[in-house]
């Protein structure tokens, strides 16, 4: 009975432990996965064009439920430097942010960008209280036009 309860607290926190490291691996594919299948959405040469509602829409269907998403509008359609795109403060929330040019013809190919930014906060006490807020994962997809 003592060397259970000796070995059980740690045994449990690796075993919650490993939890958690699944659900940041898989939070960090679902947020590049969506990411990926917003700038794929951006990219084809449709009539009519793509729209940032469309793109930010693909966003939010290849995530599903689960994920609270907003979009970045402080610098969504700016160009990425300095504060943007705007960092989550709230835990298991994030923002979606967009570059320019999605849906303009400019008469040659060119970049697109969506990138998500995403405030993990992990399960185990132990491991929360050692990340502070949470961790931020961002994912970003640039890809070229076809219009």
């Known amino acids: ?3 259970f309860a000796v070995l059980a607290p740690v045994f449990f926190l690796l075993l919650l432990g490993t939890i958690d490291l699944g659900r940041a691996v898989y939070t ?9 299948e917003g700038a794929r959405a ?3 040469y449709d009539s009519p064009l793509p729209t940032t509602t469309s793109v930010v829409a693909a966003v939010q269907s290849k995530l599903g439920g689960g994920f609270t998403l907003t979009l970045d509008t402080l610098c969504a359609g700016l160009p990425a430097g300095g504060s943007c795109p705007t960092v989550p403060t709230v835990p298991n929330t994030g923002y979606i942010w967009y ?9 040659s190919p060119h970049p697109v960008s969506v990138k998500i930014t995403f405030l993990f906060q992990p399960w ?3 491991v929360r209280d050692a990340s502070g ?12 036009t076809e219009y």
Do not use: C, D, H, L
């Open 1 to 3: 009975m003592v060397e």
């Open 28 to 36: 960090y594919n679902a947020i590049s996965n969506a990411a990926r």
């Open 42 to 44: 951006a990219v084809p």
């Open 99 to 107: 570059g320019p040019g999605i849906g303009q013809v400019t008469g």
């Open 124 to 126: 185990v006490p132990v």
């Open 133 to 144: 807020n949470g961790v931020t994962f961002s994912a970003q997809t640039t890809m070229e």
